[in-house]
């Protein structure tokens, strides 16, 4: 399993990226994954980061 990161920055707040192998989403409050059956993005849980960025959220989805 690769641990590489792609990400991709929408301009509704959303930061979108790879990690572990599944789609992961988060914005200043929220974590989302993405179903691959429907192809949206469902809440996880509220990260409650201060100031969140991808590293801050994969250590997150690790310890989850």
């Known amino acids: ?3 590489q990161t ?6 509704d707040g959303w930061q979108e990226f790879e ?3 599944q789609r992961w989403s988060f914005n200043e409050d929220e974590l989302a994954q993405l ?3 429907d192809g ?5 849980r509220y990260h409650r ?3 969140p ?3 801050c959220v994969k250590i997150l989805i690790d310890d989850m």
């Open 1 to 3: 399993m690769t641990n």
């Open 6 to 11: 792609t990400s991709q920055s929408g301009n």
């Open 19 to 21: 990690h572990c192998g």
């Open 35 to 37: 179903d691959e059956e």
């Open 40 to 44: 949206s993005f469902h809440f996880v």
């Open 49 to 51: 980061l201060q100031q």
């Open 53 to 55: 960025d991808i590293e």
